[in-house]
């Protein structure tokens, strides 16, 4: 087996990858792979349950009601500087996707490669460092601290990698100004509109000059218009800094910043030409059996009365 590089190391990857039909397209390097990934709750909850229940008197608790896998053997990738968009309904899977690949959730089972290198096999700390350097996070709600102004929320990712105050700040300020928010820069997230607060997110993911954006509903927020100048200056900025864009969305207008959608439901991905050749198949789930129709019990058919009799010695 070769030898992997470093999690943050060489950006010379060798990894690469195409769609199946690579006769058509051209192949590209694979900056993230997720492998044959499952994500089973009904396993971590069972876990959590059994570490609880180490005293031979404690009680047996009732078994929860079984979920569907909420990843069930998906693959997926994307190249260096690939926009891709997620979409599916509610409960599809494709939050979960994202915190998978972007290492904050670990999977039941499978494997994140990022440039070659298995996520899952790191330590803590260098996880905690690649999300910190390597990835870019934009969130619904911007996820900002409140406390702190928006050049400072910007900085906090470079001063937590051990940039001077100083530095941070002055690098915050440029994205900020970038973002059109020059004159906000000591305004808290209070003091700031939907909008405003996104576009601070979108600056503090692109300060740590990051290889993947991850954004889970960045526009669920706002309104059609605001949404859109968002989507711009996103994908913009990620264009500019040669950033790949994984974009969870339920919004159909949304996708067309994109280069590439990927639809999924029930924890699988439904289109073939996004799973690559040679890959393991999500596990079909057995089809429902129709229950049996219950037949509706026949009464007799009561008198119809045209006309009610009227009470004799009723008074007139």
Same mark, same amino acid.
């Given at each position: ?20 039909? =690579?006769?058509?397209? @051209? ?23 059994? =570490? ?16 569907? *896998? ?18 599916? @309904?509610? &409960? ?9 690949? %972007? ?30 350097? %390597?990835? &870019?996070?934009?969130?619904? =709600? ?5 406390? *702190? ?22 690098? %915050? ?21 939907? &909008? ?93 059996? @129709? ?8 009464? @007799?058919?009561?008198?119809?009365? =045209? ?5 004799? &010695?009723?008074?007139?």
């Amino acid at each position: 087996m070769r030898q992997l590089p470093h999690i943050l190391g060489s950006m010379n990857a060798t990894q690469t990858y195409a769609p199946v039909n =690579s006769s058509a397209q @051209p192949r590209v390097q694979a900056v993230l792979q997720g492998i044959n990934l499952v994500m089973d709750y009904n396993a971590t909850s069972a876990s959590q349950q059994t =570490s609880r229940n180490t005293s031979a008197n404690s009680p047996m608790p009732p078994m929860p009601m079984m979920q569907p *896998l909420a990843l069930n053997h998906v693959n997926f990738q994307i190249g260096e500087g690939e926009r891709v968009a997620i979409m599916g @309904p509610s &409960g599809s899977g494709k939050s979960t996707l994202l915190h998978v690949l %972007a290492g904050i959730t670990k999977p039941t089972a499978g494997q994140v490669l990022f440039r070659g290198t298995d996520v899952d096999h790191i330590s803590d700390a260098e996880r905690t460092k690649l999300r910190r350097q %390597a990835f &870019g996070f934009v969130f619904q =709600s911007g996820q900002l601290l409140p406390e *702190l102004p928006a050049i400072e929320n910007v900085a906090l990712p470079l001063m937590l990698g051990g940039m001077p105050y100083a530095q941070a700040t002055d690098q %915050a300020a440029v994205w900020l100004e970038r973002m059109g928010l020059r004159n906000l820069l000591r305004n808290r997230p209070g003091q700031m509109s939907g &909008g405003q607060m996104q576009r601070v997110a979108i600056a503090r993911a692109l300060c740590v000059n990051p290889a993947i954006i991850f954004a889970d509903e960045p526009t669920g927020a706002l309104d059609q218009n605001t949404g859109h100048e968002v989507m711009n200056l996103l994908m913009q900025a990620a264009n500019a800094n040669h950033s790949a864009v994984v974009l969870v969305t339920h919004d159909p207008n949304i996708t067309q910043y994109c280069d590439r959608v990927v639809n999924m439901r029930d924890g699988m991905i439904l289109d073939a030409a996004n799973r690559p050749a040679n890959y393991p198949q999500a596990v079909q789930q057995p089809p429902m059996q @129709p229950q049996p129709v219950m037949q509706q019990p026949q009464y @007799p058919q009561t008198q119809q009365y =045209s006309q009610y009799p009227t009470q004799q &010695g009723a008074a007139r």
